[in-house]
């Protein structure tokens, strides 16, 4: 309680630090954004497929509930922590997200709505080559009529189809109903973004992608 009433009586911003004990940074990523829920990374560290991250907390947040800059930083023994908090779109904000106590303390995004937010902003998810292991692990777990539901309403502004399928046909594997992204591949070629200028082609995704490690 001291703790909270604390942080409600100061402001914070990346530049603030404060001494915190026996409080997770996610109590206090909630306690200032209760309209948020986990995503990108952190969401990846519910499904198992990346390594629990100790010094960074990602969750999304409504756009009318979003305050200010979207980093914090904390300090905690000396070490310094992180919360990222992305802006949604309201109409986005309770697509694929699991609200349920019994499963986590925290609501989360599913697995489909995870994969769409790791390809949309893969600087909060680890980076592109933690985005390609993830589509690896979890071809065989992936409902494709979901991510083309979520796509559709999410009205998401660049072929994300064709990314996810090149993803999915590079992890290897007969990967049930990939024959659904075949039909959405759109008329224009797709550059993944945060790659160097040495590219290649695939040319059934019309997708450019990074030459090395990727």
Known sequence: ??????????????????????????????????????????ALEKFGFVNASKRSVYLTCDFKFYREKGFRIFVDNKTIFKMVCIKEKSKNSEIGIIRKPEISRYPFTDLERTLIDCIVYPQFSGGLLIVQEVFEKAKYFIDIKKIIQYVDVMNIDFPIYQLIGYLLTRSGGNIKNIHFL?????LFDYYVKYCSNEREYCPKWKVYYPKFNF
């Open 1 to 42: 309680m001291k703790l909270f009433s604390f942080l409600e009586n100061k402001h914070i911003d990346e530049h603030s630090f404060f001494v915190m004990s026996n409080v997770t940074l996610k109590d206090i990523a909630f306690h200032n954004f209760d309209h948020g829920y986990l995503s990108h990374y952190s």
């Open 182 to 186: 075949e039909k959405k591949i759109s």
